[in-house]
């Protein structure tokens, strides 16, 4: 892995109460780093304070305990717009968040809102829907644009600010499984080579197999840390992939499987040994 | 949603088209204006010549425009003949207690129905031929001297711009709700007027819950990519000035100096 000592984002002892009234902390003391150029899956059911903490990382709602730390500087109420520019954030509604009525436009709005001058507008809207390979579509309107280019288009926004993180909020549960797995793959192109860091919550397992790292969160704690295969042979609650599932049906049946975690390819290049 | 034109965006690419959407709209003002100062059989045949060269200009056929006259037909025919009937002056033809017909009505309600219909013709020009996001931008530029009495210009041009954007999607929904209900077993347009409204009440009560979460997420969205209201922004869609659109302006000073010299000399 290419991972950099230095954590990228730091979060320290984070709490969060939607009511103030009740006892339960939707979030309480969560603290975990993230480093540059790492791809970290944080899942958990529904409830369990994960969009709550994509929420707090972006600045959009105020901890109540604890800090943030994105590149090394605190994020508070007064320099959370210049954070902003370090950390961009995709939406799950494709609809919902797509601002601009034409693609470009769209792209253009959050470089609009940094006064951007024209010249330099232009042009990265245009490297950014190229990256996502969304140019010939930018004169479109998003009612003629499917929820996965919608959703490309989202990215493209988010990429054409330069941003150091890009968070994922179940960015792609409302997309067909094909399109869903182009975007990952995008995005794994994309995080190589511009070295980018990229946090995606989500409860598809899949997804979550396919990252450096993750983080499992159950009713606002921690409760595992670690690469795919550690988290997912530690927690026998967690669903598993479906690589993961296929061995332990096979193990079950008392096959000769790996006895440890395997990825998608590595189940692939198993059945083939099989045959030779 | 198709009988009303007003409003609707025909894609194309002809002069008027590419006309700056500010040009657009200025030249409508300021016609609707001279509209009003003509008074002459002349000045109506220039503008009338200068209409159709329009609508020639734009290559959208001409029916479509005829349509966009025919929702208002009740109000010009209504205009038309209040003004047969009731204005007197030149030649009486006709009179039974106020209702007189004259020949000075005959020409006023000939004029109201040309002013009538030649404004609906050019301003169905401008929103058949302009982007709504453009028109948008060009009222933003023509009122931002507005700012100094403290107006929020910005804000105001980016809350059009957004309820443009999301039409669509209130259509769709509207639709989607309507076929759930039609599924629950709700019949529309049917019973009395009073009943027709109680049937909507359930369409509309989820949609304005749909919008108040919609607009929370997009407010969430605008939030988080950097959008500050009262912040200095730059602007992605640009105006383009071409010597098409100071042509258009200098033929409409003609066209103006053309109906005051034919209202004093005539």
Known sequence: MKESPLPIIEVKNLSYRYDLRKNTDILSSVTFSVFKGEWLAIVGNN????????????????????KVFIDGIELTEKNKWQIRKKIGIVFQNPDNQFIGTTVEDDVAFGLENFNIPYNEMKQRVQEALQMVDMLKYRKTDPANLSGGQKQRVAIAGVLAVKPEVILLDEAFIMLDPKSRDDMLKTLKTLKEKYRLTIISITHDMNEAASSDRMIVLKNGKITATGTPGEVFSQDPELEPPLAEKVRRILHNKGRNVPDHFITEKELISWLQTLNS | MNKLLLGRYIPGDSVVHRLDSRTKLISAVCFIVIIFLANHWQSFLLLWTFTFLTLYLTGIPLNIYIRGVKPFIWLILFAVLMQILFTGGGEIF??????????????????AFFRF???????????LTTKPVELTDAIYFLVKPLKVFRLPVEE???????????????????????????????????????????????????????????????????????????????????????????????????????????????
């Open chain 2, 156 to 266: 105001i041009s980016i809350m059009l711009t957004i309820a443009l954007r999301f039409i669509p999607n209130l259509f769709e929904e509207t639709r989607k709700i309507i076929d759930a209900q039609k599924a629950r077993g709700t019949e529309f347009g049917k019973g009395s007027v009073f009943q027709q409204m109680k049937t909507l009440v359930p369409v509309f009560l989820p949609l304005f819950v749909n919008s108040l979460n919609r607009a929370e997420d997009l407010a969430n969205a605008m939030e988080a990519r950097g959008f500050r209201p009262d912040m200095k922004r730059s602007s992605f869609r640009q105006f383009h000035w071409k010597w098409q659109d100071s042509f258009t302006i200098g033929i409409l000073v003609l066209l103006t100096a053309s109906i005051i010299l034919i209202g004093l000399y005539e």
């Open chain 2, 117 to 127: 219909t030649l404004i609906i013709f050019i301003s169905t020009v401008v929103t």
């Open chain 1, 47 to 66: 409830g369990s304070g994960k969009s709550t903490l994509a929420r707090l990382l972006a600045g959009l709602l105020t901890p109540l305990e604890g």
């Open chain 2, 94 to 111: 006709f009179q039974w207690g106020p209702v007189t017909i004259s020949e000075l009505g005959m020409i006023n309600g000939l004029n």
